[in-house]
C-alpha cells in the first residue's frame, strides 16, 4: 500500500506531461553529417511529425565517431521528451561490437519509440566481372579465392559488414578495402580498381543504369519493385540473409512512458503518410512505423546478426 502510495505522484506527474506535451519545440539529434539517408529519413518524418504534435522539430547534425558523439550527447540529456535521436543500424547494433569499449549502453541508456524506415542494401559488381548473378559471382570468387577486391565507405561501415556477413554465408574469400567515405569507394568501384560493393541504391543506382555496375543481388527478404527482375540473397541459395540500413527514434532513457507513447504514435503515422512513403520510394526506402516493443525486438534481433559477423570477422572500429 505504501508503494501505490509513492508511485501515485509518479503517476499523475507523468499523465500531466502526456497531456502537456509537447510545448517547445523539439531537437532531433542525427548522428551523421547532413545529406545522408539519415538526414533525408529525420526531415522527411519530422515534418510530417510536427502536425500532429503542433510544435517544430529542429534538425541537428552532429556527425563524429561512427555516431558515438552523438549518442553520448543524447544519452545524457534530460528525459524530458525535447531531445531525441535517429538510431541507425550502426550506433544500435554493430558499434557495440566493434568497439572495445562505447561510453553508453545501447540497451540500457535509451529507450525505443519507433521504427521509421528500411533502407535496401545491394550488391553490385564492376561491368567487367564475369558474373550475372550472385551464383555466378560465388563461383568465380571460390575459382579464385583472394584475387577480387571490394571497397566500402570505410573500415566497420554498413558496407564492410554487409560484404563480410555475405563472404561468411557464401564461403568466399575476397579481399576488403576500405575508403573514406561513399564517394571515394564508388569512383573506384566504377573505374574498375575493385570489383564489388554492398550499399544502398541512391549512390550505385545511376552507374548500374549507365551500365558500368551491375547488381548481382539485393540484401532485403523481398525483391525492390525497381529491381525487379534482381533476386535476393536468400532466393539465391542463403535463405534468411537479409541486410538493409534501417533508421528509428530513440530518447533518452527513464523518458515518462506517456510520453514515448505520444511520440511513437506520431512517428508511425507520419512514417506510413503517403507523403513519407512517396519521398521514401525515390531512394527504396520503406516507411516502417512501428510500436516501441516492436522496435525493441527488432533492435534486438539485428543486434543478435551483427554481433555475430563481426566476432567471426574480427572487425574494430577504427
Do not use: C
Not at 500500500?1 to 531537437?27: D, E, S
Not at 525492390?224 to 527514434?249: I, N, R
Not at 516502417?288 to 572500429?317: M, N
Amino acid at each position: 500500500m505504501k508503494v501505490w502510495f509513492f508511485l501515485l505522484p509518479l503517476f499523475f506527474l507523468g499523465m500531466a506531461q502526456a497531456q502537456t506535451y509537447p510545448v517547445k519545440p523539439i531537437r532531433l539529434v542525427v548522428p551523421f553529417a547532413p545529406g545522408g539517408s539519415s538526414s533525408i529519413v529525420a526531415r522527411a518524418v519530422a515534418a510530417e511529425m510536427e502536425k500532429g504534435l503542433g510544435q517544430s522539430i529542429v534538425i541537428d547534425n552532429k556527425p563524429g565517431g561512427g555516431g558515438n558523439v552523438a549518442m553520448l550527447e543524447v544519452a545524457r540529456a534530460d528525459p524530458d521528451g525535447y531531445t531525441l535521436i535517429i538510431g541507425h543500424v550502426g550506433s544500435l547494433a554493430m558499434n557495440p561490437y566493434m568497439y572495445d569499449k562505447l561510453p553508453y549502453d545501447v540497451d540500457k541508456d535509451f529507450a525505443p519509440i519507433s521504427l521509421l524506415a528500411l533502407v535496401p542494401a545491394i550488391f553490385v559488381v564492376h561491368e567487367s566481372v564475369p558474373a550475372k548473378d550472385l551464383r555466378e559471382f560465388v563461383a568465380l570468387a571460390k575459382k579464385e579465392p583472394g584475387k577480387m577486391n571490394y571497397g566500402s565507405a570505410g573500415n566497420g561501415s554498413a558496407g564492410h559488414l554487409a560484404m563480410e556477413y555475405l563472404k561468411q554465408a557464401t564461403g568466399i574469400d575476397i579481399q576488403h578495402v576500405p575508403y573514406k567515405g561513399t564517394g571515394p569507394n564508388v569512383i573506384d568501384l566504377v573505374a574498375g580498381r575493385t570489383q564489388a560493393a554492398a550499399a544502398g541504391t541512391p549512390p550505385l543506382m545511376p552507374h548500374v543504369k549507365a551500365g558500368k555496375l551491375r547488381v548481382i543481388a539485393v540484401g532485403t527478404p523481398q525483391r525492390l519493385a525497381t529491381l525487379a527482375d534482381v533476386a535476393t540473397v536468400a532466393e539465391q541459395g542463403y535463405p534468411g540473409f537479409e541486410t538493409s540500413q534501417w533508421y528509428g527514434l530513440n530518447a533518452p532513457a527513464k523518458t515518462p512512458a506517456a510520453v514515448i507513447q505520444r511520440l511513437a504514435a506520431e512517428a508511425a503515422k507520419a512514417a506510413r503518410s503517403p507523403k513519407v512513403v512517396e519521398r521514401f520510394a525515390a531512394d527504396d526506402a520503406q516507411g516502417i512505423g512501428s510500436t516501441p516493443a516492436e522496435y525493441a525486438a527488432f533492435v534486438k534481433q539485428e543486434q543478435a546478426r551483427w554481433s555475430k559477423v563481426v566476432r567471426a570477422a574480427k572487425i574494430k572500429a577504427d
